[in-house]
């Protein structure tokens, strides 16, 4: 089959992908598997080998990042319901200052960001963001825009969310090095969006009745400041509605701020310990063996949910099945998830197997532009069509992986593709992003003035993003 008309089944494959996500309202996971099957049989994969395929690239995604993601759910999930998420905001807060929450609130989301998912980050910190604006008598935009941003700039970047989780094992980059690099680029890029967003909010926007008589109330009591809690609407989305009045405030037996800051940073750095073990040390060495075991990021994110369960869990008092349960209950949310990326795994193994791959490649190759600006580029046109992160990403590593293999990048090169595949899914966030809707509806905004202001931080922050991985392009 010509690269023609290989080319002309992947664009009709991706154009499907989109229309049954977009049009037709099909869950990604069933809208990817289709697609995947449709593109093969087009393609002329043999029909005996279909199902290996699938299975293949089904298995050999899920197997290296399901458990990952899910231990990764367990972590935040203890953190957020032994109340130790609204211990460290709050702690963070009093810590920087009246004059400092905003900054406080955004290197709260920044670091909560990393064990917690964007849209429960979303709705635990956002009543104490209510909290801080009645107490100041400011708009609530000051303190939320930056604070949600950074939450949903680490989604995009690091381990163990779903998306950078998949491309890395789907581009072969080490999780470790992703980290190295991507941690200190994430927290520029953080830093510059809540200059931004300084910038941004000196103005007053349109903000919904409700919600302001929600955060600029009368009652001055924590339970109305209209705090949110996560229910499973049973497909796996997140839903709001009222928690306890309890929920909105701060327990005073909660964890303290240097617990929780130790409890997310451990896996963070035996991953760290473990890749650097394996550069630096020498072969058959015992040290490099132990660091190479507890680094990976199993085994890190493992050790941490072990940490997590007693310290915020058992020394508490909560006993077993209590501590199993809350564990438990981190999974549902995550369940799709895991099966989204299985699902771009196939995508994946289809163009591979087809063929298709080999011909985007050298399409690719003909453009002469770097594999860099193409990941960012790809990234960035997949989310804005869709609309998902995490889709984007896995599809984006899909395709761009032939091309990757070719180009014979090193370790620390891919790292940086990894991330520049980021800076794309975290730009143009808009209404087709469920995320999008979240913020706004919490923070009162109307459609324009989101898109005045969350769409254009989230698109001004992914370039930037990219800017900042093009940098450290020449240093590795």
């Not at 977009?22 to 002329?44: E, Y």
């Not at 963001?129 to 100041?136: C, E, M, P, Q």
Request: include cysteine; aromatic fraction near 6%; hydrophobic fraction near 55%.
């Amino acid at each position: 089959m010509s690269h023609t008309t290989l080319l002309l089944i992947a664009a009709a494959g991706v154009a499907t992908l989109l229309l049954l996500i977009l049009r037709a309202k099909v869950q990604p996971f069933v809208a990817l598997v289709v697609v995947s099957i449709g593109v093969a049989l087009a393609a002329g994969v043999p029909a005996a080998d279909l199902v290996k395929t699938i299975e293949e690239g089904m298995g050999g995604t899920l197997g290296h990042i399901a458990t990952i993601i899910a231990l990764g759910a367990m972590i935040g999930r203890i953190i957020e319901l032994s109340g130790g998420a609204a211990s460290f905001a709050h702690s963070l807060i009093d810590r920087f200052g009246s004059k400092r929450t905003p900054l406080a609130l955004t290197v709260a989301g920044f670091v909560l960001g990393i064990p917690v998912f964007f849209e429960v980050g979303l709705i635990i910190l956002m009543p104490i963001a209510y909290g801080v604006a009645r107490a100041s008598r400011k708009p609530l935009l000051v303190y939320a825009l930056p604070m949600g941003a950074a939450m949903l700039t680490v989604h995009a970047f690091l381990p163990p969310h779903p998306g950078a989780v998949a491309v890395t094992q789907a581009i072969g980059a080490d999780q470790g090095l992703v980290l190295l690099l991507g941690i200190p680029l994430t927290a520029a890029v953080v830093l510059l969006g809540y200059l931004l967003s300084r910038r941004m909010t000196r103005r007053e926007y349109p903000m919904d009745p409700a919600v302001h008589a929600e955060v600029y109330g009368e009652d001055p009591a924590p339970e109305s400041t209209g705090g949110v809690a996560p229910m499973d609407d049973g497909h796996g989305t997140a839903v709001l509605t009222k928690p306890a009045p309890a929920a909105t405030g701060l327990d005073p037996a909660a964890p303290s701020f240097g617990m929780v800051l130790a409890l997310i940073v451990t896996p963070i750095l035996l991953i760290l310990a473990g890749t650097l073990g394996q550069n630096l040390l020498a072969e058959g060495s015992t040290l490099r063996a132990v660091l190479t075991v507890l680094g990976a990021p199993m085994v890190a994110l493992l050790i941490d949910v072990a940490l997590c369960a007693y310290l915020l869990g058992a020394r508490r008092g909560w006993d077993r099945a209590h501590i199993a349960n809350v564990m438990g209950s981190a999974l549902p949310s995550v369940a799709m998830v895991i099966l989204v990326a299985g699902a771009g795994g196939v995508f994946g193994k289809v163009l591979v197997a087809s063929g298709i791959g080999d011909a985007i490649a050298d399409v690719l190759d003909r453009t002469g532009l770097p594999a860099l600006f193409l990941a960012f580029l790809m990234a960035l046109t997949l989310r804005a069509a869709q609309g998902s992160t995490t889709v984007a990403l896995i599809t984006t590593a899909g395709i761009l992986t032939p091309l990757l293999e070719r180009a014979d990048l090193s370790t620390g090169q891919l790292s940086l593709v990894a991330l520049a595949m980021g800076a794309g899914g975290l730009a143009v966030s808009h209404i087709n992003d469920a995320g999008y809707w979240m913020f706004t509806k919490l923070a009162g905004l109307d459609v324009a003035s989101g898109l005045r202001t969350w769409t254009v931080l989230t698109t001004a922050m992914g370039t930037i993003g990219f800017a900042l991985t093009a940098a450290l392009w020449p240093l590795v």
